[in-house]
């Protein structure tokens, strides 16, 4: 079992910036990849961005430019820096870790208010 933990989110202009952290525990050295979703209601949580064990990286086109995902694998903490926040980014992101049998693991989720 991995147990994740967010932390960062709250309100912030546009053209503002934060930072979202996620701790991981438990048996985190079956984790492979590690990733930020975000969902608002009503509709799919979506891929923002996701990091390799390798640090290989990948991001959503909407976010390209603008977050940057990092791992630090000796405090076992994955980090979302977000800047040029737009009212679109508005959303409750989570942390998210799969094993490499393939299991996903979800934080509880963290709110980003974006205001214009």
């Known amino acids: 079992q991995v147990q994740l933990v967010e932390s960062g989110g709250g309100l912030v202009q546009a053209g503002g910036s934060l930072r979202l952290s996620c701790a991981a525990s438990?048996?985190?050295?079956?984790?492979?990849?590690m990733g930020w979703y975000r969902q608002i209601p009503g509709k799919q949580r979506e891929l923002v961005a996701h990091?390799?064990?390798?640090?290989?990286?990948n991001y959503a086109d909407s976010v390209k430019g603008r977050f940057a995902i990092s791992r630090d694998n000796a405090k076992n903490t994955l980090y979302l820096q977000m800047n040029s926040l737009k009212p679109e980014d508005t959303a409750v992101y989570y942390c998210?870790?799969?094993?490499?049998?393939?299991?996903?693991?979800w934080g509880q989720g963290t709110q980003v208010t974006v205001s214009s």
């Open positions: 990091i390799t064990r390798g640090g290989s990286t």
């Open positions: 998210n870790a799969e094993s490499g049998y393939g299991k996903h693991y």
């Open positions: 438990g048996n985190i050295f079956s984790i492979n990849y």
